[in-house]
Structure formats: structure tokens, C-alpha cells
């Protein structure tokens, strides 16, 4: 089955904690508790290899930042939930026999991505002439999403990124292109993104901190900014959070900083493209940089540097 959405029992509503250390811990739901647990126990005995511990969490934050507006730093989560399942799928060298699967969650986490978070309903009334009598016909239609916070927009930006980021670094890992998200012209692609759903200004906040003087963090999956708390007087505050811990609140938002794949290099134009009043997207910015390896000859290396193009 897809990854599909699911919905608690009353019981995931009570109050739990999350446990960061023998000392610490976080006041939580207790759906979010064992959320938190599914993934620590997915990091320790299972070597991070699972990508469902991270999507289901991610729909439990993307259906609780819509139902209140109030916890819009949820759907925040719910993208950071969907690019570390995007980071563990480009663990794996692609095989469609074994990964196929593998890749329609991808394609469901990125349409959830773009139909439900960067979208909102909004209803909009049509007066429609019946006879002699006027009647007032109200439709709901998907437009934008209007963030409440920029900071949330900023962030929530740069787990799109990442999320992109991982896929790129899954083909490169891999040593060809197999996803169809990751063509030009695919309707949950980066490109298709980027602009229409997201503001200019948004978008040039969060591609301005994987630039050199914000990308000093160590590679990895801990490469993440963390927002210094304004509760100072709480020492829970100011902790660090591990990635199996979600963002509590707007004063504990997390960006992604650091880029893991070739083709998103600031050295390269398709960051920078991603900044640009209208996003351009060419084939060659999707293209596969190859490295020099005129010394590798094997069998596997040749595999590698093959790409294959294919259109969707």
C-alpha cells in the first residue's frame, strides 16, 4: 500500500512527554510520544533504514497545522518529517525491483506537500443570475497558503529544499535518473513548486542561508539551524533538539542549512535559480554532474556514471 494518512484513537490526545535523556523531557501528546519513539527505535536497532517512522508523524503535524491555525509551525514539521523519509530513501542504491515502492512514497509525501500545505482551501461566492432572483453560489477553491508567520514560511521553505535535496543525492548516490519528480516538467517538481506556491521574498530568505556565510554546519543529518528561543528563563528552551524530537513551537523552528547533493551546490545555478522572481528550471540544471573518474574502470563505476533520461 501507498503511504497513506491515518487518524488516532482518542487515547493518542492524552498528555506524555517525550524523552530526550534520563533528565529531560518534552510535554507531548501521547500519539506524538510514540511518534518520537517509532523513530529513535528506527535510528538505533534498524540503522535509520525505515522511512514510514518519519511519514506517518509527518501527517499527524501536516493534518494538526491545518485543522489550527494557531499551530502553523506543524506543517513545518510535517515537511522537515517528509525530507528526513526523502534522506533515508537516498541511502539506498535504486533498484526498480526492490525501490519501486520506495518511490511512490516519495511521489504521495510531495504531492501531500504541495496539495495540502502549500495550498489552502479558500471559499470565494459567485453571484449567479437565476430567472429574476440573484442567488449567491459559494465554492471552495485551493489557492496559495497565506503563512501566518514568515518565519514559518522561511522554514518551511528550506524543508522543501531539503527534501529535494536528499532525491538529487539519491540519484547521484545511485548514478542515474530514475525519478520522474525530479524531471522538468512534473507536476509535483521543484520547479512547479517553487513558483506558483511560494512568495519571492520567501523564497530568497530561505535560499540566502545555504549560502557560505550560513552554511557552516556540519554535514549530515544534524545540519539544521535551530531559532534562538525568546523564553530564556526556561532552561528547557534553550536545549538543542535531536531530529527524532519535533518542532514543539514557533520558538523551537528549525531550517535546513546545509546541502548534501551536487546539483543544489551554491556553486551551481539551480539554487539560485530557486530565488528568482519567476523560476526557470532547464534540463541541464537536472542533469547529473559527473566527477572525474577516469581512474575507476570497474563495472559498477561505468553503471554509475551512466545517465538516463526519460520524460514523464
Known sequence: ??????????????ESVIKINHETTYPALKMESLYSTAISISQSKFRDKQVYPYCYPGHYHKDAGNDDSCQEYRLVEALRLYSEAA?????????????????????????????????QSEERTEIVAVSENDNNSKDEVMVARKWNNRDHAVAATT??????????????????????????????GIGKMFNGYL????????????????????????????????????????LPLPPSVPIIDSERMKYYTSIKSKRLSPSCTLLSALAKKKVVISDMDLAIILTDTTSDTTRSSKRRRKVRNFST
Open 1 to 14: 500500500a501507498e503511504c497513506e494518512e491515518h487518524v488516532s484513537s482518542s487515547r493518542g490526545m492524552e
Open 87 to 119: 534522506r533515508v530513501s537516498s541511502s539506498y542504491i535504486y533498484d526498480a525491483g526492490d525501490n519501486l515502492q520506495l518511490t511512490r512514497v516519495i511521489l504521495k509525501l510531495a504531492e501531500y506537500t504541495m496539495n495540502d500545505i502549500l495550498q
Open 159 to 188: 524543508w522543501i529544499i531539503a527534501f529535494f535535496d536528499y532525491l538529487f543525492l539519491w540519484e547521484e548516490y545511485t548514478g542515474f535518473r530514475f525519478l520522474p519528480i525530479l524531471t522538468q516538467s512534473h507536476k509535483y
Open 199 to 238: 512568495q519571492e521574498d520567501i523564497r530568497r530568505d530561505a535560499v540566502a542561508k545555504f549560502l557560505p556565510a550560513n552554511s557552516d554546519n556540519e554535514q549530515g543529518q544534524a545540519s539544521m539551524e535551530t531559532s534562538t528561543p525568546q523564553r530564556t528563563s526556561k532552561a528547557k528552551a534553550t
